[in-house]
């Protein structure tokens, strides 16, 4: 008797433990794999097609959506509730004029697929009043909307896999993209046939985490008026407005611009449109000079008020180099200001080689020249700055002018014009404010970088000064702002290339900020094979900062 007790026992311990171990097994397939599982259950009872781009939103300052996602509809096509091909194909090809013979491809091989993005909504009511079997038109959201802002910046998505491919969308995919599918389903039996009372459903399954926004440092307003200005007078070039005080990015456009859902159709073009130009690399032609003259002032090689005989040229090594305006006849004796005003080449190649090229060199990486910035861009570049052990008399003399094998950004112009606005101190650009949830909650902050002293004050009040008698009196008058005052340095740029008239082809620049008294905004225009810098883009300067400053002021 007590043997049988004991074995009833054992018997209900392991009933018990079963049962447990059955439990157990139960939450775990419930909480743990419920939602992957109800993928795979779902997997064999739907033909689906991705048809959304489930993505968090890239923001401007003001938290307004730069990619200005809209609505269109969309043509789906499922081939396995096709039941007559010629005249699917007959009907589609009054709405897509696909190659026919790749169209009934698309139709044999059997996997659902989407023919058409952008369909109006008059149209789309026709194809679904039609009810054509495997044909069904739907609403889109489609990522990029017509009146997108910032392309280069936000960059774009390969829409078959949902991943970021250049911009933030790249650099921030883990973030935006989140793991919540979406996609137009078509309901099926064991047969493949339609479930009569389900037929298509547009399903968004629960798995994984939530999409994120990213908030840029970018301000809108100011982001337009950039991108307007320059469809009006630049039609390959950047432009790029910050705040030299935090290095914050209130601007950044290029162009040619692009349509970010319809990448395809910019692939291969000559003109590059998909390329950044603002993290691009150009000579520099003059603006380089300011680099020449901090690195002179702050070695005590020259000062503002130092005279200089400018007779329109000047011979290094047996080369004979000449000013800009050497048709003109020289300036003769001038001030080391007004040489930066008139932008004289003879008198910058004279310091420069006063100045030595190992101390140039030192002061164009101090100042950030040489290397890629913070930013860490997909396709930014560092530019090209030569070893000081292989530069030579006459390549100083080209250095000196912004010319030679020199290249840089315009965000590294950029980043020099805001230290010095910001009396000496280098602070690193930034475009990235902070991550945030969907409902606008701060799951990361970035603040601003404590910037570093790499020109003494004295000399760089002195070099404000200069920069102010380009605007007054030199080259850059077409910059002055009278509201405020403006100051800079123009650019131009040889390019070594020939336009069909025999004349050489160059780079405009104007690099600028307003206003002279504690100065809030940089401002950088490149146009390339734009030709002179004082005629076009210091226009172009004067011109954003205008329309910027005719009411409250960016960024605020």
């Not at 439990?23 to 939602?35: C, D, F, I, N, S």
């Not at 390969?158 to 969308?169: A, K, L, Q, W, Y």
């Not at 790029?240 to 910019?266: H, K």
């Not at 590294?412 to 014009?417: D, N």
């Amino acid at each position: 008797m007590v043997c049988l007790k004991f074995r009833l026992v054992k018997f209900y311990t392991l009933l018990v433990v079963i049962g447990a171990l059955l439990l157990a097994r139960l939450v775990y397939l419930q909480l743990m794999e419920g939602p992957k599982l109800a993928v795979e259950g779902l997997n064999s009872r739907i033909q689906e097609i991705a048809v959304e781009v489930t993505r968090g939103e890239i923001l401007d300052r003001k938290g307004n959506a730069l990619t200005n996602t809209s609505q269109y509809y969309l043509i789906a096509v499922f081939p396995s509730q096709i039941t007559n091909i010629d005249e699917t194909i007959a009907f589609l090809g009054k709405y897509e004029s696909e190659d026919v013979a790749k169209l009934r491809a698309a139709i044999i091989d059997g996997r659902p697929f989407k023919l058409k993005v952008g369909v109006d909504a008059l149209t789309a009511q026709k194809i679904n009043a039609r009810k054509m079997p495997g044909v069904i038109a739907i609403v889109e959201r489609v990522r990029y909307g017509y009146s997108s802002l910032g392309s280069h910046v936000v960059g774009y998505i390969n829409s078959s896999d949902n991943r970021g491919v250049s911009g933030i969308e790249y650099l921030y995919d883990d973030v935006l993209r989140g793991s919540q599918p979406t996609y137009l389903a078509a309901m099926v039996d064991a047969g493949q046939q339609i479930i009569p009372g389900l037929g298509y459903k547009k399903l968004r399954l629960d798995v994984g985490q939530e999409p994120s926004n990213v908030v840029l440092t970018i301000d809108g307003r100011t982001q337009r008026i950039c991108e307007q200005v320059m469809d009006k007078y630049i039609e390959k070039g950047a432009v790029i407005v910050l705040q030299p005080a935090t290095g914050e990015i209130l601007a950044m456009a290029s162009r040619p611009n692009f349509d970010a859902n319809d990448i395809g159709d910019y692939l291969g073009r000559g003109s590059s449109p998909l390329l950044n130009r603002a993290i691009a690399a150009y000579q520099p032609g003059s603006v380089f000079k300011l680099v020449v003259a901090a690195a002179a002032m702050e070695e005590k090689i020259v000062k503002p008020d130092d005279e200089f005989f400018d007779r329109g040229y000047i011979e290094i090594g047996g080369l004979r180099f000449k000013g800009w305006d050497y048709d003109k006849g020289g300036r003769g004796l001038i001030s080391f200001r007004e040489a930066l005003a008139y932008s004289s080449n003879p008198v910058f190649i004279e310091v420069g080689q006063k100045l030595g090229a190992d101390k140039l060199i030192a002061y164009a990486r101090r100042l950030g020249f040489g290397e890629k910035t913070e930013l860490n861009f997909v396709g930014e570049v560092a530019g090209n700055l030569p070893a000081s052990g292989d530069i030579y008399a006459g390549d100083l003399a080209n250095l000196s002018i912004g010319q030679g094998s020199l290249e840089v950004t315009p965000l590294q112009i950029a980043c020099l014009v805001a230290t010095i606005a910001n009396d000496g101190i280098k602070v690193s650009p930034h475009i990235v404010s902070r991550i945030t949830t969907s409902e606008g909650s701060t799951i990361k902050y970035f603040p601003p970088v404590t910037g570093v002293r790499v020109l003494s004050h004295q000399t760089d009040s002195q070099l404000r000064g200069m920069m102010t008698a380009v605007t007054q009196i030199g080259t850059g008058q077409a910059a002055y702002v009278e509201n405020g005052g403006s100051a800079g340095k123009t650019g131009t740029a040889e390019t070594g290339r020939f336009n069909a008239g025999g004349k050489g082809v160059n780079h405009a620049w104007f690099a600028g900020y307003y206003p002279l008294d504690n100065p809030q905004l940089v401002v950088v225009v490149f146009v390339e094979d734009g030709m002179s810098g004082a005629d076009i883009a210091a226009p172009i300067f004067h011109e954003i900062v205008t329309r910027l400053i005719s009411s409250d002021a960016p960024g605020q």
